[in-house]
Nanobody, 124 residues
């Protein structure tokens, strides 16, 4: 069992930045693939970014490429999502997820453990 907890959400103006954190605990979470997803009101949960256990392989949704960066500190069992140049359409609840296999994945059903989410609101 892996337990993940997100933090760092909040209200930010368009063009601003936020860094989300995801603390993982439980089984050897440093070997897990970690991902970020988001869900806006009335929409399905969608993929944002994913990182291999080493951080050497990452993938991003087209909508966030060049603006968001996923990184991880395995010594701290923590994954980060640095979000720059935020837009109103980035407003959503952001979820951290862990996958107990080594291959990267980008769909909700491929992840085994989920946090409760943290709200990100981009508005002037």
């Amino acid at each position: 069992q892996v337990h993940v907890v997100e933090s760092g959400g909040g209200l930010v103006q368009p063009g601003g930045s936020l860094r989300l954190s995801c603390a993982a605990s439980g089984r050897p979470s440093s070997s897990y693939v970690m991902g970020w997803f988001r869900q806006a009101p009335g929409k399905e949960r969608e993929f944002v970014a994913v990182s291999s256990w080493s951080g050497g392989s990452t993938e991003y949704a087209d909508s966030v490429k060049g603006r968001f960066t996923i990184s991880r500190d395995n010594a701290k069992n923590t994954v980060y999502l640095q979000m720059n140049s935020l837009k109103p359409e980035d407003t959503a609840v952001y979820y951290c997820a862990a996958r107990s296999r080594t291959a990267l994945a980008v769909t909700v059903h491929d992840f085994d453990y989920w946090g409760q989410g943290t709200q990100v609101t981009v508005s002037s």
